[in-house]
């Protein structure tokens, strides 16, 4: 089943400390992309990524991080997270120019 | 960044009917406009695309109309049923930069039975 696939799916931590949300998809797509939702605000990007080891800002990159290093894997860091971080995120997928497929999001609260 | 709204938050209509759920984006080049269903607890749903050099598009019970005069966006569902009742968002791929995606805070759809 073609699927994106994160973990955690729920999250309760502390301010400054490090975690890391896994993204995983299973059908090759070359782009793939992080963003948070927040009530009032809708999907907002925070990284993109158009293939290994080419990653880009979108709009609200601040705290986080990512990487590429493999074609079905874009994890998400936030090194030192805080309160303002709490948030529903989601990862998505597809081919170069089309329409993305999601992950079933993680939630995040950083107390 | 891109500037993509919806007219109304939610949107109530009765099972049968159809529904238009409307959108407005402010950048003149986008070239990509996406509709996509979430329903709770779930990562948003692809329904239909349309691209700039279309005016209308349509699937199965949804049509999407693109309207680049005004810069709007419509997506219809005909025949609504209790399964559609979700929130609903229109996304646009900017038009200066086609691998940034633009979300609006999306429509709550509500179907009475």
């Known amino acids: 089943e073609a699927q994106v696939t994160q973990n955690p799916r729920y999250l309760i931590t502390v301010t400054g400390k490090k975690l890391t949300v896994t993204c995983s998809q299973n059908m090759n797509h070359e782009y793939m992309s992080w963003y948070r939702q927040d009530p009032g605000l809708g999907l907002r990007q925070i990284y993109y990524?158009?293939?290994?080891?080419?990653?880009d800002k979108g709009d609200v990159p601040e705290g986080y991080k990512v990487s590429r290093k493999e074609k079905r894997n874009f994890p998400l860091i936030l090194e030192s997270p805080s309160p303002n971080q709490t948030s529903l995120y989601f990862c998505?997928?597809?081919?170069?120019?089309?329409?993305?497929?999601f992950g079933d999001g993680t939630r995040l609260s950083i107390l | 960044g891109e500037n993509v709204g919806l007219h109304l938050p939610t949107l109530s209509v009765q099972e049968g009917d159809n529904s238009i759920i409307n959108c407005a984006y402010s950048n003149s080049a986008s070239d990509y406009f996406i509709w996509y269903k979430q329903e709770s607890g779930k990562g948003p749903q692809f329904i239909i695309d349309?691209?700039?050099?279309?005016d209308k598009r349509q699937g199965q019970r949804v049509t999407v109309l693109l309207n680049k005069t005004v810069k709007h966006l419509s997506l219809q569902i005909a025949a609504t049923q209790p399964g559609d009742s979700a929130v609903y968002f229109c996304a646009e791929i900017g038009g200066y930069n086609f691998n940034k995606f633009y979300f609006g805070s999306g429509t709550k759809l509500n179907v009475k039975p």
């Open positions: 998505a997928s597809s081919l170069g120019g089309g329409p993305q497929h």
């Open positions: 990524s158009m293939n290994v080891e080419v990653t």
């Open positions: 349309i691209r700039s050099n279309m």
